[in-house]
């Protein structure tokens, strides 16, 4: 084992360390002032998060020359991956935009809250371009116990500790479920590598009860990870008590990182017996679309909605696991990269209208934004319709992506399904978007009128920034198209 | 091939049944003649305080986890440290990084106030 | 090459097709303006909308000024590029078809998709509909918004509208079109909410918006699979590859086709999904004019004619479009006879009226088709509008005497006509047309279609002869209905003695100039609309008045190209059509049905003048047919009880079983465990955590006995 290619695992974990070093920085930075009630600790902080961030974005630039030469190792150094990253860094990028007044207002622990931020995104970014099992599970935990921590950080709230420990045993739950799996495809094949168990069961008539037993319980611990029907009912809750742009990053980040894991184990490695998980992944996608929709249509309160929106989505992109041609996997990776821009745009929307706070979170609270804040509104509108995947919005062509990938390998039904599901999601969307523009304010009984908004910089970043992105991607996807089809694992 | 499954759903079977069945089996067999004194938790010992569930201070969980963090580094280290010439500096090169991660997590700890009973 | 961003500009795209010789002039000013108007307007209605402008009374006045004339103005630039490339294409003589692409929209391994426009005779046909008819009730609007306190917001809104119309027309692609099909569905939701403190109508607005979902179901399936069959899902390479892959009544193509066809069904509220249009009247009736009657419900009908060679091949398919076109057609006119409010009769009349489009696409009389979608785009448009001039009326006179009275209910109506005589007078033309009457326009087109339907079942090879007898008789029927609700409408509205309220008729007065300048203007092409179809040999007889009145069958040149293959598919299969009809005689049959219609008309003006049309006795609609057609079939509570209430209960259901039951028993998570929720609940200690584990748990295990076995 030479130093050299010690040199190169380090490099192929280039992005990962740098947010690593970072975030180790802020935690050490916030221990070493003593005035800790710094006023405007959370902007420096952000900034300098941001600052890594971005730093490991340059990094990430950096690794393509090297893409195809490093694939010896567990850690997989391919445009996928990198890809991935991409994806991952944008999401937490506007998570740390929005963070930062709320945190400020809400007098949130700021050291921690970024640090963990930051330590959420490296154990995703290191699950989606491990190549070992063990490995992916060791970035899964990374990223899931920051993100247990930060559902609580905000100690006064109840709800919050309430979310945050259901977020927790659960997800504990889930991880056991999860690695006994792994425990069962080792025991089976001889190995958590990846590449090992693709050769180990290339043969597929042989493949016994434990492999597929593991294989199932592997599938079931990702499909609590990203909430797929019956495994979640974690979400609305949980959605519901974190704090607001930590909702946001867990719907976005949590399920990109997930999906990304999940497609490369599923969709490659353990394509060979895909006999074994097809039906069940079939039946998953079917009940999650149709029942997550169903469900979203009676909800108020917008957090448990997009919680309910999030399932919806999750169901759509489990098509693309199993349908599983270069078409639907250009799909995910197009929805995803839409979905995050389009979902934490939202969440930047909402964390404006509550004002940095967690009130003014019902649906009817959104009535008359159109005539207050034209521009915040119609922001959301496009967010909104994207998700809905309405023509020329990104969500359209991520739809059209994924459904040409289901009907070119013959899963008509599902294409139904999501058809049809698409229109039923339609109506909560909309009911959202139409509160906003057609229903003046309700009278306030109470004497504090709500109010004024006023919009952080940071904040008008993300809104203009997702705004154009996801116009952009639906006018003239074909540019993103083109750089994801050089990213796809199926080559 | 759902033929080879078979043992496992025997299993489940035979586990479920047992499971169930000594319940049953010890709640219908066992004679039952109670009395004040049988009935009390602890038959010949004191007679209970208050509720069993008490909160402990989570002070404990801290030392705790401390303690873990630094037993698994010995785990690492013991092993290392045995084939130090052979391994070379690369590994030293990353056993020094993992100590240095850990001892910022010291540093962190330490300035929080984590090591402090009071 | 030149850039083609760049080009856009320019003259035409980077690609043209076929013949050279022909190209638009600036065919991308024709979209672009009225997105400009929308840009322009929206802008300033979010400036209007804030808290602080609105004291400022003189600036938003100017502004208002500047939306009336963008606001119709884009429209009329869009209109005026239109007509100039109309022009050129007729000088061209032998229209081509122009072809632009501006960019790649959509690129995958296999499938591809161009942002283009496709400028042909049919395309321009629509552009002309869409821009001049949307032109001059853009005009009335500024009459008719006047007083209304989201001026500018509804100018934007109408502007958008018009915006994603050109683009479902000028697309030149099914996925374009979708995109302008979805547009115009958002902006129609808009619309109808558009007086939005009011619940009821901003709900109408999303029933309109989810019915349409239904159709757009079957547009992106049917997209889907013709890309599967075809391999393309452009217009040109469509109709190239068709003939070739599908054969003569095959399965697959039935299958694309019955899609489109639920997509027409949405879009142009035919049978079953027909109950988003008269809700849709809770908009401002210019909009209703635009959008529910001369545009975006013909949509359907544009839909079909563009895929003529698929709905060619598809005889079951064609059969189905002109069953449920004729069926629709009578039923909407049965129920128009006993609606009281005046834009309801409308909005049942023009249900009817796309029914008999449908049947003539359903014949594959596509240009009979195309030409009653033009001139009910003129009369309807004018009735509407009318009807809005009515309501402008009624409701100032009746604000002036404080009366809470329904502006839109004829029988608060009556004798109008002393004052308003131009509307009247108007209004009677569009009616004469709509009912078919020589030598108005609607004589032309209607006759044409039931002409067809007749002559389709008598061909050669007819697929199911007897099936399009019935429809040639229904279609009849519903011509003689048509003359019946109409001048029942028209009695009621304008003759008679006057129902008003004391003393608001004496307030009621003509529509001012710039309303009444557009229904001018409709009136004439109510009335000369039809004289661009017209066959020779109708022109040599009494109905051309020997040859001496200036007809022309232009029309039907016109958008022959277009049709060309279908045209030539049912020859080979159906035989010639338009010659023979079930009770013979060319001619003869023309002038009895317009006599016929014209009897109708003339018995029930003298009926309906003869009764007394007091409030009482129309109110009291004792009879139960009455109450049935009244009541519409009751088909909206149908509607609510089996789909609406199932689907609300089934949301409720899942809600209650997977959300809410456990978040409002469950409190918190300590101290839960000791007072317990029950059996189930005590069996997993602490509530809600641990059903959700168990939940989780029963989870994987169905999920491993489902991969077991």
């Known amino acids: ?491 | 091939m759902s033929g080879s499954y078979i043992p496992l759903l025997v299993l489940f079977g035979v586990s479920i049944v047992n499971a169930i069945g000594m319940g049953i089996a010890s709640h219908i067999l066992n004679p039952r003649r109670p009395t004040p004194v049988k009935e009390m938790p602890y038959e010949s010992g004191m007679i209970p305080l208050g509720d069993t569930r008490q909160r402990f201070s989570v002070k404990f969980y801290v030392v705790a986890i401390s303690f873990i963090v630094f037993d698994l580094e010995t785990v690492f280290l013991i092993p290392w440290a045995v084939n130090l010439q052979s391994l070379g500096w690369g590994v030293f090169g990353a056993v020094s990084l993992f100590v240095l991660l850990l001892a910022l997590g010291l540093v962190y700890e330490w300035r929080k106030g984590g090591l402090e009973w009071e | 090459m030149i850039n083609p961003h760049l080009n856009l500009f320019i003259e035409s795209g980077l690609f043209v097709d076929g013949n050279m010789n022909w190209k638009p002039i600036m065919p991308a000013i024709i979209i672009l303006a009225p997105l400009i108007g929308f840009i322009i307007n929206g802008a300033i209605s979010l400036y209007l909308n804030r808290p602080n402008v609105n004291s400022k009374g003189e600036s938003s006045n100017g502004l208002k000024r500047i939306v009336s004339v963008v606001g119709p103005g884009s429209i009329l630039a869009s209109f005026i590029v239109v007509g100039l490339n109309g022009f050129r294409m007729l000088l061209a003589g032998h229209p081509t078809t122009f072809n632009a692409n501006y960019w790649t929209w959509l690129q995958t391994s296999d499938f591809q998709v161009n942002v283009g426009i496709q400028i042909d005779t049919l395309s321009i046909v629509m552009m002309a509909v869409i821009t001049g008819v949307g032109f001059l009730i853009h005009l009335f609007s500024i009459g008719y918004m006047e007083s209304e306190k989201g001026y500018a917001r509804y100018f934007a809104y109408l502007n958008l509208f018009v915006f994603f119309m050109l683009i479902l027309v000028m697309g030149s692609s099914y996925p374009i079109m979708f995109v302008g099909w979805e547009g115009v569905g958002l902006c129609s939701y808009l619309l109808i909410g558009y007086w939005f403190e009011d619940e009821e109508k901003a709900s109408a607005g999303k029933k309109a918006f989810i019915v349409n979902r239904i159709g757009d179901l079957g547009f992106l399936l049917g997209i889907f699979l013709l890309h599967s069959a075809l391999g393309s899902v452009d217009y040109v390479g469509v109709a190239e590859n068709a003939s070739g892959v599908f054969v003569y009544g095959g399965g697959l193509v039935t299958l694309i086709t019955l899609f489109f066809l639920l997509a027409g069904v949405g879009k142009s509220a035919q049978i079953p999904l027909f109950v988003w249009l008269p809700d849709a009247m809770a908009g401002p009736t210019p909009v209703s004019a635009l959008i529910h009657a001369a545009t975006m419900v013909t949509a359907g009908v544009y839909l079909i004619v563009r895929s003529s060679v698929l709905f060619a091949m598809a005889p079951v398919t064609s059969a189905l479009v002109a069953g449920i076109g004729v069926s629709t057609a009578l039923f909407a006119a049965t129920i128009a006879c006993k609606q009281y409010d005046i834009k309801k009769v409308l909005a049942y009349s023009t249900i009817s009226q796309l029914g008999y489009m449908f049947l003539g696409v359903g014949v594959g009389a596509y240009t009979a088709g195309v030409f009653h979608l033009v001139t009910h785009a003129f009369f309807k448009a004018l009735l509407f509008l009318g009807a809005g001039a009515v309501i402008h009326s009624m409701h100032h006179a009746l604000h002036k005497v404080h009366s809470e009275d329904d502006p839109q209910d004829m029988r608060n109506m009556g004798g109008l006509r002393q004052y308003m005589p131009i509307t009247c007078f108007l209004m009677w033309i569009a009616t004469l047309a709509i009912s078919g009457v020589w030598p108005l326009s609607g004589f032309f087109s209607k006759d044409e279609i039931i002409w067809m339907t007749g002559s389709f079942a008598m061909a050669e090879s007819s697929p199911f002869p007897s099936l399009y007898k019935i429809y040639w008789v229904m279609a009849v029927a519903t011509a003689l209905m048509t003359a019946y609700y109409m001048t029942r409408f028209m009695v009621m509205t304008f003759h008679g003695k006057n129902r008003t309220v004391d003393g608001a008729g004496s307030a009621i007065h003509e529509t001012p100039k710039i309303m009444l300048i557009p229904l001018i203007i409709l009136g004439f092409l109510s009335f000369f609309g039809g004289w661009v179809n017209v066959t020779p040999h109708l022109m040599e007889s009494v109905i051309g008045g020997f040859g001496a009145l200036p007809m022309t069958d232009w029309l039907h040149h016109w958008i022959e190209p277009v049709i060309a293959e279908s045209h030539h598919i049912q020859l080979e299969n159906i035989g010639e059509t338009g010659h023979v009809s079930p009770v013979g005689g060319g001619e003869v049959f023309w002038a009895v049905l317009s006599t016929c219609a014209a009897a109708v008309l003339v018995i029930g003006t003298t009926y309906f003048k003869s009764k007394s049309l007091s409030y009482g006795v129309l109110g009291e609609d004792s009879g139960t047919i009455s109450r049935f057609l009244y009541n519409k079939w009751y088909i909206d509570e149908f509607y609510d009880k089996w789909i609406v209430k199932p689907l609300g209960q089934m949301s409720k259901f899942c809600w209650l079983k997977f959300d809410q039951g456990f978040i409002d028993r469950a409190v918190n998570l300590s101290g839960r465990s000791a007072k317990g929720i029950g059996w189930f609940g005590s069996l997993f200690h602490t509530g809600q955590v641990n059903t959700y584990a168990f939940f989780l748990t029963l989870g994987l295990l169905a999920v491993l006995i489902t991969v077991m076995f």
């Open chain 1, 1 to 491: 084992m030479s130093f050299l290619n010690q040199w190169n695992y380090f490099l192929a974990l280039g992005p990962q360390a740098i947010l690593t070093t970072f975030a180790i920085g802020i935690l050490l930075f916030g221990v070493s002032r003593n005035n800790t009630s710094d006023e405007h600790q959370g902007w420096l902080l952000g900034r300098i998060s941001l600052a890594g961030v971005i730093a490991a974005g340059i990094v990430n630039a950096g690794l393509y020359p090297f893409a195809d030469r490093l694939s010896d190792g567990i850690v997989a150094v391919d445009r996928y991956a990198l890809f991935s990253n991409w994806v991952l860094l944008l999401g937490s990028a506007m998570a740390i935009l929005i963070s930062i007044s709320y945190v400020e207002k809400q007098r949130i622990q700021v050291p921690e809250y970024f640090a963990l931020l930051l330590f959420a995104t490296v154990g995703l970014m290191l699950m989606t371009a491990s190549l070992d099992l063990m490995l992916v599970f060791i970035g899964l935990e990374i990223a899931s116990i920051s993100v247990y921590a930060l559902a609580t950080i905000d100690q006064r709230s109840p709800k919050g500790s309430e979310a945050g420990l259901k977020y927790f045993l659960l997800g504990a739950f889930s991880t056991g479920i999860f690695l006994y799996g792994v425990a069962l495809i080792y025991g089976s094949t001889g190995s958590a590598n990846l590449t090992e168990i693709l050769n180990a069961t290339v043969d597929a008539d042989d493949t016994g009860v434990m492999l597929i037993t593991g294989v199932i319980m592997l599938a079931v611990g990702f499909c609590f990870k990203v909430g797929v029907v019956p495994f979640h009912m974690w979400t609305p809750d949980v959605y519901q008590g974190s704090p607001m742009p930590i909702t946001g990053y867990m719907s976005v980040a949590i399920k990109a990182g997930a999906f990304f894991t999940f497609y490369r184990i599923f969709g490659i490695y353990l394509d060979n017996i895909q006999f074994s998980w097809g039906t069940v992944f079939w039946w998953l996608a079917l009940v999650t679309m149709i029942g997550a929709n169903l469900v979203a249509l009676v909800q108020n309160n917008i957090k448990r909605l997009l919680a309910y929106s999030g399932i919806a989505h999750s169901g759509y992109l489990l098509i693309t696991v199993l349908a599983n041609n270069t078409t639907s996997e250009s799909g995910l990776l197009y929805y995803l990269a839409v979905y995050t821009v389009a979902n934490m745009g939202l969440f930047a929307g909402f964390v404006l209208v509550a004002n940095h706070a967690e009130h003014r979170v019902e649906v009817s609270d959104y009535a008359g934004l159109g005539s207050k804040q034209p521009f915040i509104a119609m922001a959301l509108t496009v967010f909104l319709l994207s998700l809905g995947g309405f023509p020329a919005t990104g969500g359209f062509i991520g739809k059209i992506l994924i459904l040409r990938g289901a009907l070119e390998d013959n899963y008509l039904l599902l294409a139904i399904a999501l058809v049809i599901s698409t229109l039923i999601s339609y109506w909560y969307y909309l009911r959202l978007a139409w509160f906003m523009w057609m229903k003046e304010q309700a009278a306030t009984p109470n004497t504090e009128k709500a109010p004024e908004i006023e919009i952080p910089l940071a904040l008008k970043l993300v809104l203009a920034v997702s705004l154009v992105l996801i116009v952009y991607a639906g006018i003239f996807p074909s540019q993103l198209i083109g750089f994801i089809e050089t990213s796809l694992l199926k080559g």
